[in-house]
C-alpha cells in the first residue's frame, strides 16, 4: 500500500494560508518574514524525490498548474502523475494529471502499486483525507510567525483523537522547525 504523506508549511498559529502567494494579507510570509536557510528546505527536496505520485485539491491545482510546469526546480513533480481530487474538473492542462471525483477513488489510489504519494499545499483536501483515515505521514515546517487568521491545517475535529509519532525533526537558524509525523492506527 502507498503512504499518502501530507506536506505543509505552517505558521505557528497552525494557518497555512497563503505561504508564498495569494489571498492572505501575509501572503507570502514564508520568505517575507523569515530569513531564508536552505538547509530548512532540505526535506522538500527530498519529497520530490522520493514520491511517485502528486495529490492536489482543486484550488492548489489551479495556483500550481499555470506556474510549476515553468520552473526546473519543480522538474520531478511535473514529469510525475499528477491526481486533482474534484468533481467540477474536467480536462487538466497539466501534462500526466488525472482527475479523482471522490476519497473512495483516492482509498483506491492508495491499493496500487508504486511509492509516496504527496499532498501539497491543499488543506481542504488533508482535512478530508484525514478525517477519512488516509493520511499516512505528516511533513510540517512550522515557521516562527502568528498570523491569527486564514485557513488552517488542524480545526476544531469535535471528539476525534488522532496519534501522532515525531519520526524527525529539526530546528534551524531561522527559527523554522521540521516535524514530520507518522499517523498511529
Known amino acids: ?22 489571498p492572505h494579507p501575509h501572503a507570502g510570509w514564508t520568505f517575507k518574514q523569515v530569513a531564508f536557510d536552505a538547509a530548512a528546505y532540505e526535506i522538500k527536496g527530498r519529497e520530490q524525490l522520493e514520491a511517485t505520485a502528486l495529490l492536489l485539491g482543486r484550488i492548489s491545482y489551479d495556483e500550481f498548474a499555470p506556474v510549476w510546469p515553468t520552473m526546473a526546480e519543480f522538474s520531478e513533480y511535473n514529469a510525475m502523475p499528477k491526481y486533482v481530487v474534484s468533481t467540477t474538473l474536467r480536462d487538466p492542462e497539466w501534462n500526466n494529471t488525472s482527475v479523482l471525483g471522490s476519497l473512495d477513488e483516492v482509498a483506491a489510489l492508495k491499493e496500487t502499486e508504486g511509492g509516496n504519494i504527496l499532498v501539497h499545499g491543499s488543506g481542504t483536501l488533508a482535512k478530508a483525507l484525514a478525517a477519512a483515515g488516509l493520511v499516512d505521514r505528516y511533513h510540517l515546517l512550522v515557521f516562527p510567525v502568528l498570523l491569527g487568521e486564514g485557513r488552517r491545517l488542524f480545526d476544531e475535529t469535535g471528539d476525534r483523537l488522532q496519534k501522532l ?21
Open 1 to 22: 500500500m502507498r503512504q499518502v504523506i501530507v506536506t505543509e508549511f505552517l505558521s505557528l498559529d497552525g494557518v497555512i494560508d497563503s505561504p508564498g502567494n495569494g
Open 165 to 185: 509519532e515525531l519520526v524527525e525533526h529539526g530546528a534551524y537558524s531561522n527559527g523554522v522547525v521540521k516535524a514530520v509525523y507518522d499517523v498511529v492506527r
